[in-house]
């Protein structure tokens, strides 16, 4: 089954940038999803932005404009460039993978963490103001 690890997070001022790297490995499939979640103190864990197999991408409304989430398939790695971090985004963040669900004539991902069925460790980032 895929493995993933998420780089070292890290300590920001608020209005900082911050790119987060996934290594993935395992068997290859296609149809997949995967993206990054997060998780605070207290509260549920919330998807942040997923990419499917083909390239598209879905955002949570927080990080819209804000962050970029992209993969390159030859390194097997996915990223997701934050800027202009806020308190609010402190969190600890997990890279996840899952296949693709199907209906309608087409495979596509949800931003929950549900559909996702492998998950690295968890890397911390705090946002001071």
């Known amino acids: 089954h895929a493995q993933l690890v998420e780089s070292v997070g890290g300590l920001l001022q608020s209005g900082g940038s911050l790119i987060l790297f996934c290594a993935a490995s395992?068997?290859?499939?296609?149809?997949?999803?995967i993206g990054w979640f997060r998780q605070a103190p207290g509260k549920e864990r919330e998807g942040v932005a997923v990419i499917d197999s083909d390239g598209g991408t879905t955002y949570a409304d927080s990080a819209k404009g804000r962050f970029t989430i992209s993969q390159d398939n030859a390194k097997n790695t996915l990223y997701l460039q934050m800027n202009s971090l806020k308190p609010e985004d402190t969190a600890m963040y997990y890279c996840?993978?899952?296949?693709?669900?199907?209906?309608?004539?087409?495979?596509?991902?949800?931003?929950?963490?549900?559909?996702?069925?492998?998950w690295g460790q968890g890397t911390q980032v705090t946002v001071s103001s």
């Open positions: 395992g068997p290859t499939r296609r149809n997949y999803c």
């Open positions: 996840a993978a899952g296949l693709a669900y199907y209906g309608g004539g087409y495979y596509y991902c949800i931003i929950q963490p549900s559909q996702y069925s492998y």
